[in-house]
């Protein structure tokens, strides 16, 4: 009993000698003195001990650039740590369902490679800076994080070759699965002075909900399009064999209203992958739209929508809106984007297509007719998908999402009938099928669909027999 508290009075005294040293330390040795003592003593640990010590700073020298290493060795352990360290730090972010566990500072971790054992400790230390940005400029202390791996000096060879080539890939592979995907605008030509501020591309975070499962769309067609999405994300060596920049172009055309933004939304979502949405219009001309492309990530969707709208890109409207235009308008004019189609067709065509990975590019249009067939031809735009209006296997997918049901046995024989005679866009039918109040079941949205349809139905007969009526009278009147 009194040896239990001899060593308990002795092991406290000794903490509180270390502790008092220890602030003593601190406080009187000045910042620049504590860097050489601790040199020191880490050269002389170096000398006694057979352990090499591998440092990952989380940020740069000049504290400016996140490293990757850094961010992929911490996605890495995450997995680990949460198994085996005893404390964690619990993060979420803004948009992530769950809360993402990760080691605690001045915690340590155990991994085995190929049967050799080595360590990986966080840890943070504050770091002297001078606040330039102030009136008075003062010191002030930042904190730096890094990690550090350990291991025994015999394992150099295969852990500095092998062991972090694993690490860093496995960590990247967890952070772009795990990571919060974006929704990128570019910003207008009048805010390029403000590039190097903020870069070229505004972002929010890309929360869309469309899946392929809410799509409504032809089942066969839907996948057929999964399929192609995900041999493309998995051709990394295929298109490296035939010699093929790694991207794939991708047509949605079809009427307003029939799902194409939709489409692209929920390409993302199974993908993963970020969107770029490319407004050319405000692209000053065709060099800026290649540092533009040129700025886009690898695993992304780069969205032109409506295309044939976006640019004149024959030249012809441009000389007649040249023309047309008086002086008055001359600044408009110097307004105008200069992007032209081999420009286009350059940007996303050109050397720069097999930089920063793998990306789809996907242009929109209502009128398929209208585009330049260089710019849709096989081998640009890969796929050409034709989104259509709203047949009955669409249907039975937007009455699932937005009602809840699978059949209706009054009322799904009579809707089978009128979607295939009336061209009803999807964005129409899911507006009939919403119900507008608490009341309104879903008997009563069937119903205003089957109203809506047979009002639709008796419209285009009504144009059709005034077509058919012109046609008769401009051949009475040619003979
Ligand atoms: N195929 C579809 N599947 C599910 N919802 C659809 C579909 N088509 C349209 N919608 C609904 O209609 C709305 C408008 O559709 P969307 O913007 O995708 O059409 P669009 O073809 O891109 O139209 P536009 O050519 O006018 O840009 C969507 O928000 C969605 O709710």
């Known amino acids: 009993m009194l040896e239990t508290g001899t060593t308990w009075g002795f092991t406290g005294t000794t903490m509180t000698s270390l502790m008092f040293f220890w602030a003593m330390y601190k406080q009187i040795f000045p910042y620049h003195l504590q860097v050489y003592i601790e040199r020191y003593v880490y050269k002389l640990m170096g000398w006694v001990s057979s ?40 993060n979420k972010s803004r948009n992530s369902r769950s809360l993402v566990l990760s080691l605690d500072d001045h915690e340590e971790v155990e991994d085995v490679f190929e049967g050799v054992k080595v360590k990986w400790s966080s840890s943070v230390s504050e770091n002297e800076n001078l606040n330039q940005s102030s009136m008075n400029r003062h010191k002030v202390y930042v904190e730096r994080r890094y990690m550090t791996l350990s291991f025994h000096s015999r394992h150099r060879e295969m852990i500095t070759k092998t062991y972090l080539d694993h690490v860093l890939r496995e960590g990247k592979e967890i952070g772009l699965k795990k990571r919060e995907r974006k929704l990128y605008t570019n910003k207008s030509s009048n805010e390029w002075c403000s590039w190097r501020l903020g870069g070229k591309w505004s972002n929010v975070s890309f929360d869309h909900p469309a899946t392929f499962e809410t799509l409504a769309m032809d089942p066969e067609k839907k996948e057929e399009i999964k399929k192609d999405l995900v041999k493309f994300s998995k051709g990394k060596d295929y298109y490296r064999k035939v010699g093929k920049p790694w991207k794939r172009g991708y047509l949605l055309y079809g009427p307003p209203g029939t799902g194409k933004s939709t489409m692209i939304s929920a390409m993302a979502n199974f993908l993963g992958y970020d969107v770029y949405d490319l407004e050319l219009t405000t692209v000053a001309d065709n060099s800026e739209l290649k540092k533009l492309m040129l700025d886009t990530k690898g695993k992304s969707i780069v969205v032109i929508e409506d295309i044939d709208c976006s640019l004149d890109l024959t030249g012809q409207r ?111 039918v899911a507006e009939n099928l919403m119900p507008k109040s608490d009341e309104e079941d879903a008997e009563v949205c069937l119903k205003r669909l089957v109203k809506s349809l047979e009002e639709e139905k008796k419209l285009a007969e009504k144009e059709e027999k005034k077509e058919v009526r012109k046609k008769k009278k401009k051949a009475e009147e040619r003979h």
């Not at 700073?57 to 360290?85: F, P, Q, R, V, W």
């Not at 023309?323 to 307004?335: G, L, M, P, R, W």
């Not at 990975?357 to 996907?362: A, L, S």
């Not at 242009?363 to 849709?376: E, G, S």
Request: charged letters at 35%; hydrophobic letters at 35%.
């Open 318 to 428: 441009k000389i007649k809106k040249e023309q047309d235009k008086d002086v008055e308008d001359e600044e408009e004019k110097k307004k105008q984007s200069k992007v032209t189609l081999s420009g286009l067709l350059n940007a996303i065509d050109g050397l720069w297509s097999a930089c920063s990975g793998e990306k789809i590019i996907v242009f929109t249009t209502n009128f398929v007719d209208n585009l330049d067939p260089a710019l849709i031809r096989r081998g640009r735009m890969d796929s050409h998908i034709e989104m259509s209006y709203c047949r009955f296997e669409a249907f039975k997918v937007l009455a699932k999402n937005y009602l809840g049901i699978e059949s209706h046995d009054d009322l799904y024989g009579e809707i089978k009938r009128l979607v295939e005679e009336v061209n009803m866009s999807p964005a129409d």
């Open 51 to 90: 352990s090499v010590h591998i440092k990952f700073n989380e940020y740069s020298e000049e504290g400016l650039e996140k490293s990757e290493a850094y961010d992929s060795i911490h996605n890495y352990l995450s997995t680990k740590s949460t198994a085996l360290a005893k404390r964690l730090k619990a």
